[in-house]
């Protein structure tokens, strides 16, 4: 399930004609202040007409520009500033438009009052009428208030209903379980930095012994993203049916995913053409990190990168790609930045180094352990829930 949205954070995810129905809502719940004010003064008399006014509609504001300036503090500290002040010279105001203030009588222990027929009227008439337009602004605030969550919820509701369904259908595009074979193995993880990821990985199995395995990178993260990354799977699985040939199929690729993408987002991009047959690999990479291959000889760890755009960043471009001898034991790494982009409390990055250096030392008897390892290790570092990127790990192991 998406996190929950605190009660004073929702108001951010809110549109703006809500935002100012929440406003409006904010601005009657507190304006009730202001006649509450006046019937809790120590005085007799109840205020003027206009001292109620003012004092209500100064209530409402103060509270109101809170919603609308809280992500301008200057401009919202200035205009509380300005409210205040009106409150304090609330009496100077009156006798300048009245050309008099009402006079208070403060009832102590020392003083007795003698109350004019008005006076007495005034009492018994204002007072039941102040506490009646505190009644009906509470009222009419707390209907609006409702109103607005109501709405509100209604939409989190149906938005965390489409979120799940797309989560659900990314779920559904990764490989149910590790494939294996009588000649190799492969698993991956990934872990979206939100409800919906960008990343994607797969295993297609061709034949016996060809097998091809994909990673992606769609720039950003979220819904947009996580659509990006279906249409690709799509485009991948489209174009394995017209060519076998890498480098045509990484153009192919490229043109398909262009043609659907807004242009300001792509798609880094790793591929390997795994052949048991004659135990070797063909890889092409897109802007992506670095394939790393483990030799079991030796335990060294070779790059393997090809230099070529991205996907979708260009119409039309060519493809290079590169072959790599593989012997029993040995074993390709591929990923996405967010595991070498991951960062501790220091804002240091976990990095290739580090994920070398863990390569190196772990010596893991699955494609599914050594992924779930390096998963593990990444987030020990980072002592973090989330990741602040979409975080892929896919590992084949050549069995022995």
């Given at each position: 399930?998406?996190?929950?949205?605190?009660?004073?954070?929702?108001?951010?995810?809110?549109?703006?004609?809500?935002?100012?129905?929440?406003?409006?809502?904010?601005?009657?719940?507190?304006?009730?202040?202001?006649?509450?004010?006046?019937?809790?003064?120590?005085?007799?008399?109840?205020?003027?007409?206009?001292?109620?006014?003012?004092?209500?509609?100064?209530?409402?504001?103060?509270?109101?520009?809170?919603?609308?300036?809280?992500?301008?503090?200057?401009?919202?500290?200035?205009?509380?500033?300005?409210?205040?002040?009106?409150?304090?010279?609330?009496?100077?105001?009156?006798?300048?438009?009245?050309?008099?203030?009402?006079?208070?009588?403060?009832?102590?222990?020392?003083?007795?009052?003698?109350?004019?027929?008005?006076?007495?009227?005034?009492?018994?008439?204002?007072?039941?009428?102040?506490?009646?337009?505190?009644?009906?602004?509470?009222?009419?605030?707390?209907?609006?208030?409702?109103?607005?969550?109501?709405?509100?919820?209604?939409?989190?509701?149906?938005?965390?209903?489409?979120?799940?369904?797309?989560?659900?259908?990314q779920k559904s595009l990764q490989p149910a379980a590790p494939y294996k074979t009588g000649w190799c193995e492969a698993a991956g993880v990934t872990v979206p930095a939100t409800e919906v990821g960008g990343d994607y990985f797969d295993v297609i199995p061709?034949?016996?012994?060809?097998?091809?395995?994909?990673?992606?990178?769609?720039?950003?993260?979220?819904?947009g993203a996580g659509i990006l990354s279906a249409m690709t799977k799509s485009a991948l699985h489209t174009e394995l049916h017209h060519t076998t040939s890498l480098s045509e199929l990484m153009a192919n690729l490229n043109s398909a995913v262009y043609d659907?993408?807004?242009?300001?987002?792509?798609?880094?991009?790793?591929?390997?053409?795994?052949?048991?047959?004659?135990?070797?690999?063909?890889?092409?990479?897109?802007?992506?990190?670095?394939?790393?291959?483990?030799?079991?000889?030796?335990?060294?760890?070779?790059?393997?990168?090809?230099?070529?755009?991205?996907?979708?960043?260009?119409?039309?471009?060519?493809?290079?790609?590169?072959?790599?001898?593989?012997?029993?034991?040995?074993?390709?790494?591929?990923?996405?930045?967010?595991?070498?982009?991951?960062?501790?409390?220091?804002?240091?990055?976990?990095?290739?180094?580090?994920?070398?250096?863990?390569?190196?030392?772990?010596?893991?008897?699955?494609?599914?352990?050594?992924?779930?390892?390096?998963?593990?290790?990444?987030?020990?570092?980072?002592?973090?829930?989330?990741?602040?990127?979409?975080?892929?790990?896919?590992?084949?192991?050549?069995?022995?």
């Amino acid at each position: 399930m998406p996190p929950k949205i605190s009660p004073m954070k929702l108001w951010k995810t809110m549109e703006r004609k809500d935002v100012l129905r929440l406003t409006v809502a904010v601005f009657f719940l507190f304006g009730t202040i202001g006649p509450l004010s006046m019937l809790m003064d120590s005085s007799i008399l109840p205020g003027s007409w206009f001292r109620l006014i003012y004092l209500t509609i100064l209530c409402g504001l103060f509270s109101a520009s809170i919603i609308l300036l809280i992500q301008k503090p200057l401009r919202l500290i200035v205009v509380l500033i300005v409210i205040m002040g009106a409150m304090i010279v609330v009496e100077p105001v009156e006798t300048l438009i009245l050309g008099r203030a009402e006079h208070e009588m403060v009832l102590t222990p020392d003083h007795l009052f003698t109350l004019t027929q008005g006076e007495l009227s005034r009492i018994e008439v204002r007072r039941p009428l102040y506490g009646a337009i505190a009644c009906i602004l509470l009222a009419t605030g707390y209907g609006l208030f409702i109103q607005v969550i109501t709405t509100e919820s209604r939409k989190r509701t149906r938005l965390e209903t489409e979120i799940a369904v797309a989560r659900n259908i990314q779920k559904s595009l990764q490989p149910a379980a590790p494939y294996k074979t009588g000649w190799c193995e492969a698993a991956g993880v990934t872990v979206p930095a939100t409800e919906v990821g960008g990343d994607y990985f797969d295993v297609i199995p061709l034949s016996d012994d060809k097998v091809v395995v994909a990673i992606a990178d769609v720039s950003g993260h979220g819904t947009g993203a996580g659509i990006l990354s279906a249409m690709t799977k799509s485009a991948l699985h489209t174009e394995l049916h017209h060519t076998t040939s890498l480098s045509e199929l990484m153009a192919n690729l490229n043109s398909a995913v262009y043609d659907v993408t807004d242009k300001k987002m792509f798609v880094s991009f790793a591929c390997l053409f795994l052949d048991g047959k004659n135990s070797s690999a063909r890889i092409s990479t897109a802007g992506h990190p670095p394939v790393l291959l483990i030799h079991k000889s030796d335990r060294r760890i070779e790059e393997i990168r090809t230099p070529n755009l991205a996907l979708a960043v260009q119409a039309s471009t060519k493809y290079e790609e590169t072959t790599v001898r593989l012997e029993g034991g040995d074993a390709l790494v591929l990923y996405t930045d967010g595991i070498t982009e991951a960062t501790n409390n220091e804002r240091e990055q976990f990095g290739m180094d580090r994920l070398k250096e863990l390569l190196a030392d772990t010596e893991r008897p699955s494609a599914e352990a050594l992924s779930n390892s390096i998963l593990a290790s990444v987030r020990a570092f980072t002592v973090k829930k989330e990741f602040n990127d979409d975080a892929t790990i896919v590992v084949v192991k050549i069995k022995s």
